[in-house]
């Protein structure tokens, strides 16, 4: 049932498609770039930035809905869960040799994305009626 259109929860998904649809435009755009200062190959950069597109678009479709699916949500925070986990594995690794800013960035855009994760599911705690 479709219960959850707190504006909380609207606004925690939205600055969620804003800031990965931000990181897949820099990701794709500035690869090259990015490659240098990072220590992470072009391949890994574009091909993740690719792989946010149809979850910018899926973000920004459930924000929109005037109801927002609870089940969707939480799709969308299994999304962020594996998204932080990946990102630890690429660290761990062992295979990459990524720069001092290339772990910060790392660990950093993984911090938002868990960040972004709790919004969503203290979002879908929230009652409608008392997030305005």
Not at 94 to 97: F, M, Q, S, T
Not at 113 to 117: E, N
């Given at each position: 049932m479709?219960?959850?259109s707190s504006l909380f929860?609207?606004?925690a998904l939205m600055l969620d498609a804003l800031?990965?649809?931000a990181t897949a435009l820099l990701l794709i755009a500035a690869a090259g770039f990015l490659e240098a200062l990072l220590g992470l190959p072009v391949a890994l950069l574009r091909g993740a930035g690719l792989l946010l597109v149809p979850y910018v678009a899926f973000v920004a479709f459930v924000a929109t809905r005037p109801r927002?699916?609870?089940?969707a949500v939480w799709v969308i925070v299994a999304c962020n869960v594996l998204w932080v986990l990946a990102s630890f594995l690429v660290l761990l690794s062992?295979?990459?040799?990524p720069t001092g800013l290339g772990i910060a960035f790392v660990v950093a855009q993984a911090i938002v994305?868990?960040?972004?994760?709790e919004l969503q599911?203290?979002?879908l705690?929230?009652?409608?009626?008392a997030a305005t």
């Open positions: 479709s219960v959850h929860l609207r606004r800031a990965s649809g927002i699916e609870p089940a062992g295979k990459l040799a994305v868990a960040l972004l994760g599911v203290m979002g705690r929230r009652p409608a009626a």
